[in-house]
């Protein structure tokens, strides 16, 4: 199983980015998926989850109202639209993929993960 992480950058205080995640040997449709993040010297943090229909999302109070996470399930690709970024938002993101079909928010919870994109946002 191997999932991918893409679509960072570089971008200005105020702009957007769309980060996806796809997967091979994984149907990632039958499995909750989260993002989370990490930014250099800190511990991987919770950004926002799915389950395996979509209907159910949870995010961090932190990108709450800025951020969007949705699912193609026939494209088996989760997306992470990252709008009004802030220079706070500036990590390594990544995906991973659950153990079930329902959304979690602990990192142990998660059974694979991406590689990380670095999404760099200026001030």
């Known amino acids: 199983v191997q999932l991918q992480a893409f679509g960072g950058g570089l971008v200005q205080a105020g702009g957007s980015l769309r980060l996806s995640c796809a997967a091979s040997?994984?149907?990632?449709?039958?499995?909750?998926t989260g993002w989370f993040r990490q930014a250099p010297g800190k511990a991987r943090e919770f950004v926002a989850a799915?389950?395996?229909?979509?209907?159910?999302?949870v995010y961090a109070e932190s990108v709450k109202g800025r951020f969007t996470i949705s699912r193609d399930n026939t494209k088996n690709t989760v997306y992470l639209q990252m709008n009004s970024l802030k220079p706070e938002d500036t990590a390594v993101y990544f995906c991973?993929?659950?153990?079930?079909?329902?959304?979690?928010?602990?990192?142990?919870?998660?059974?694979?993960w991406g590689q990380g994109t670095q999404v760099t946002v200026s001030s």
């Open positions: 040997g994984r149907t990632l449709s039958t499995y909750g």
């Open positions: 799915i389950n395996w229909s979509g209907d159910n999302i």
């Open positions: 991973a993929s659950g153990q079930d079909g329902v959304f979690r928010l602990l990192r142990g919870e998660y059974a694979y």
